[in-house]
C-alpha cells in the first residue's frame, strides 16, 4: 500500500497540522495586544514585543531546525519542536508578568519553526526513496496551504477566541494542538535512521556549525532592531547587522559544515533570486494583512473582528490558487502573475478612502488573495527543483527567513506611514511603495532567464 501511495494521508497529516500553528500564532496575537496591556497594565506599544519576539524566535530558528534536520533527523526535530509549542502554549496560558509571555512566544517560535523545514525535507526523502522524478506537486501545495496562506486565518481566529474567552486562549489553544500533533507524529511518520558521524559534543557543534549559527542569529538581530526601529531608524543596528553579515560570510567560506551554504548561494543565484522574490511580495502581502487591516479599524471604526473577517477572503482565493498551480509545478507563469495581481491590487489601494464601498475592499483583498497563492506555490516548487536533497530543509528554512524579513519590514513600513495617525493619505503612500515593489519584482521575474530552464525541467520531470 505504501509503494502505491507514498504519501498517504497519515504520513502528511501531522506534517500539514504542525505547519499552521506557526502562521497562525504570528497572525492571531494581532487581536489580543490590547487586552493583554490592560491585564498587564503596560503600554499597547509594550506588548508589541510579543511580536516581535516571535518573529525573530522563527527567523533565526527555520533554517537552524533545517540544519538539525539533516544532521539528526526531521522526526526527531520535528517532535522536538511540538514539545516546546505545547510548553510554550501553557506558560503563556497561565503567565502572570510580560516576561513569562515573552518566553512563551519564543518558545512557541521556536518550535512551530520546525515543523516546515522538517516537512520539506521529509517529502524530499520520500519522494527520492520511491523514485519519483517530479516534485509532488499535490502534497506541497497542501503544505503551503498549511504554512504560509494560513497567516490570514489567524485575525478572525484570534478575535473570535478573545471575544469569547479572553486572551489567555490565544495561548491556551496551541495546547491541544501540540497534543494532536505529537501522537500523529509519533505514530505515523516513519522513525530517523541512526545518527551517522561523531557523537562527542566538539563534534556535533562542528558538524552544525554553532559559530555559524550563532552567527547569523546575531545578524538577524540586528538586521530585526533596526527594521523595528523605524520611524526613527537606529543606524548602529544596520551598521552592526552589516560587519557582523560580513564575518558571518568570512566564517562560512571557511568553515567545512556551513550552517549557510554561501558557496552555493553565490553560485546558484536562482536559488538568491527566489528568496529576494518571496521577501519582496511578503512585505506587500503583510502590509496588507496589518496596515490595510489597521487602516479599515482605524479610519473606518470597525471592530477587530470584522476587519479580520474582511481580509478572509484573501487566504481564501490563495488557497484555491495554490492546489492546480502546486499539481502542475508551475513556475515562472504563476511568477509573473503573482508581480502583475500584487501591481493591480496595489493601485487599486491608492484609491481607497474612508467612504470606499466595502465590496471594492473585498475586491482588492480578493485580487491580493491570487498573488498570495502564486507566490506560495511557485516559489516553493522553484525551491524544491534549485536545490539537492541535503540542503533542502536549511534551504527551505531560509526561505521563511526572507518572508519574516518582508514581513518585518512591512511593520517598518506601516509604522513610518501610520506613525502620527492613521489616514487615508498615509494609505494611499503605503499603496504607491507597494507599487514600486510589486513592479520591480516583475522585472526580476521577466528578466530571470534561469526561470525558464526551471520551467523545462519541471515540464520534463512531470512527462
Known amino acids: ?43 499597547v506599544a509594550q506588548t508589541t514585543i510579543l511580536v516581535t519576539a516571535l518573529y525573530l524566535a522563527s527567523s533565526i530558528a527555520q533554517p537552524t531546525a533545517g540544519k538539525l534536520s539533516t544532521e539528526f533527523g526531521p522526526r526527531r526535530v520535528f517532535l522536538t519542536g511540538i514539545v516546546m509549542v505545547f510548553l510554550g502554549g501553557l506558560l503563556g496560558g497561565f503567565g502572570r508578568d510580560l516576561t513569562m509571555l515573552i518566553v512563551s512566544r519564543i518558545l512557541i517560535g521556536i518550535g512551530t519553526s520546525t515543523a516546515y523545514p522538517s516537512a520539506m525535507l521529509l517529502i524530499r526523502r520520500r519522494a527520492e526513496s520511491v523514485g519519483m522524478s517530479k516534485p509532488p506537486g499535490n502534497v506541497l501545495g497542501a503544505l503551503q496551504i498549511a504554512g504560509v496562506i494560513t497567516a490570514a486565518v489567524g485575525l478572525p481566529i484570534g478575535g473570535v477566541l478573545v471575544d469569547a474567552w479572553g486572551w489567555r486562549t490565544i495561548f491556551l489553544v496551541n495546547i491541544p494542538f501540540a497534543i ?6 509519533t505514530l505515523w511518520i516513519p522513525r530517523d535512521g541512526a545518527i551517522t558521524g561523531s557523537r562527542t559534543v566538539r563534534g556535533i557543534l562542528s558538524r552544525i556549525d554553532i559559530t ?32 557582523l553579515g560580513a564575518l558571518l560570510i568570512w566564517w562560512e567560506l571557511r568553515t567545512d559544515h556551513p550552517f549557510i551554504d554561501v558557496r ?39 471592530s477587530s473582528l470584522e476587519a479580520g473577517l474582511l ?77 539537492t536533497s541535503d540542503q533542502i530543509g536549511t534551504a527551505s528554512g531560509l526561505l521563511r527567513t526572507f518572508g519574516y524579513i518582508g514581513s518585518i519590514a512591512s ?6 506611514v501610520f506613525h502620527t495617525r492613521v489616514s487615508d493619505g498615509g494609505l494611499h503612500h503605503i499603496a504607491i511603495v507597494m507599487t514600486t515593489i510589486s513592479a520591480i519584482a516583475l522585472i526580476m521575474t521577466i528578466a530571470d532567464r534561469r526561470l525558464k530552464t526551471v520551467r523545462k525541467e519541471s515540464a520534463t520531470a512531470a512527462s
Not at 494532536?180 to 507524529?185: G, H, I, P, S
Not at 538577524?220 to 523595528?228: D, P
Not at 492546480?324 to 515562472?332: A, E, I, T
Open 1 to 43: 500500500m505504501a509503494s502505491e501511495n507514498p504519501f498517504s494521508w497519515r504520513f502528511v497529516a501531522p506534517m500539514y497540522m504542525g505547519s499552521t500553528l506557526n502562521p497562525i500564532n504570528s497572525s492571531m496575537l494581532a487581536t489580543a495586544l490590547v487586552p493583554i496591556s490592560a491585564f498587564m497594565r503596560v503600554s
Open 180 to 185: 494532536v500533533a505529537f501522537v500523529m507524529a
Open 212 to 243: 555559524g549559527i550563532v552567527g547569523f542569529a546575531a545578524t538577524i538581530n540586528a538586521l530585526m532592531v533596526f527594521l523595528f526601529s523605524f520611524p526613527h531608524p537606529d543606524w548602529v543596528a544596520i551598521g552592526l547587522a552589516v560587519v
Open 264 to 302: 552555493m548561494l553565490a553560485a546558484n543565484l536562482a536559488l538568491a533570486r527566489t528568496y529576494t522574490r518571496f521577501s519582496l511580495i511578503t512585505l506587500c502581502i503583510y502590509t496588507v494583512l496589518y496596515g490595510v487591516t489597521e487602516w479599515i479599524g482605524a479610519a473606518r471604526g470597525t
Open 311 to 387: 481580509i478572509l477572503p484573501m487566504s481564501m482565493i490563495s488557497a484555491l490558487i495554490v492546489a492546480p498551480v502546486s499539481k502542475r509545478n508551475l513556475v515562472r507563469g504563476p511568477l509573473i502573475v503573482c508581480a502583475g495581481s500584487s501591481i493591480i491590487a496595489s493601485f487599486g489601494v491608492l484609491f481607497l478612502t474612508t467612504s470606499t464601498s466595502i465590496i471594492w475592499i473585498l475586491l482588492i483583498t480578493a485580487v491580493f488573495g491570487v498573488t498570495m497563492g502564486t507566490m506560495a506555490s511557485a516559489n516553493q516548487t522553484a525551491l524544491y527543483l534549485q536545490v
Open 411 to 416: 511593520s517598518a513600513l506601516i509604522g513610518i
